[in-house]
């Protein structure tokens, strides 16, 4: 199974994400987003493409924050993966989003704008970046691994 990752996207609509990310995106079984769309259009474009799986971010709008939970818990191909946005200065966030999760194989999120895709005491800690840069893609099968390709 292969999910496009996304996070802190910071756009009014779908037809301002860069063309790599919608081409990659069209062919992945599903996708994950962490947080700050901004607005709605860019969830509805991105549901064009695929399942989306999507939490909010502080810089979303009070739509999509009513709409969208803090965090989620998916099981997908027999591993957990826990989703958030993040919050506070990048130093430490491992720490804070992980203290939402219990037993998970990955964690996904945003906030930070700093891309991450390390193994830390087990867990898989994924950020993508901020989409102008840069997006993700986890392939789970019998492993995990997670990829940060560049805009």
């Given amino acids: 199974m292969r999910i496009g990752?996304?996070?802190d996207t910071h756009v009014s609509s779908f037809a301002e994400l860069p063309d790599?990310?919608?081409?990659?995106?069209?062919e992945v079984d599903m996708i994950i987003h962490a947080g700050d769309f901004t607005t709605k259009k860019a969830l509805e474009g991105l549901k064009q493409l695929q399942e989306v799986s999507a939490v909010r971010g502080n810089?979303?709008?009070?739509e999509l924050k009513q709409l969208l939970p803090e965090r989620e818990l998916l099981t997908v191909g027999g591993?957990?993966?826990?989703?958030?946005?993040?919050?506070?200065?990048?130093n430490g966030?491992?720490?804070?989003?992980?203290?939402?999760?219990g037993n998970?194989?990955?964690?996904?999120?945003?906030?930070?704008?700093?891309?991450?895709n390390q193994v830390i005491?087990?867990?898989?800690?994924?950020n993508p970046d901020q989409a102008r840069n840069s997006f993700g893609i986890l392939t789970?099968?019998?492993?995990?691994k997670g990829e940060i390709i560049r805009v």
Avoid: C, Y
């Avoid at 826990?82 to 506070?88: E, F, L, N, R, S």
């Avoid at 005491?121 to 994924?126: C, K």
């Avoid at 789970?140 to 995990?144: D, K, L, M, P, T």
């Fill in 79 to 90: 591993k957990r993966i826990g989703v958030t946005h993040g919050w506070g200065s990048p």
């Fill in 5 to 7: 990752v996304l996070s």
């Fill in 140 to 144: 789970i099968g019998e492993e995990v």
């Fill in 59 to 62: 810089m979303d709008s009070s």
């Fill in 93 to 101: 966030i491992e720490d804070r989003v992980r203290s939402l999760f």
């Fill in 121 to 126: 005491n087990g867990v898989l800690f994924f």
């Fill in 20 to 26: 790599k990310i919608v081409i990659t995106l069209a």
């Fill in 104 to 116: 998970v194989d990955i964690i996904v999120f945003g906030h930070s704008h700093q891309p991450m």
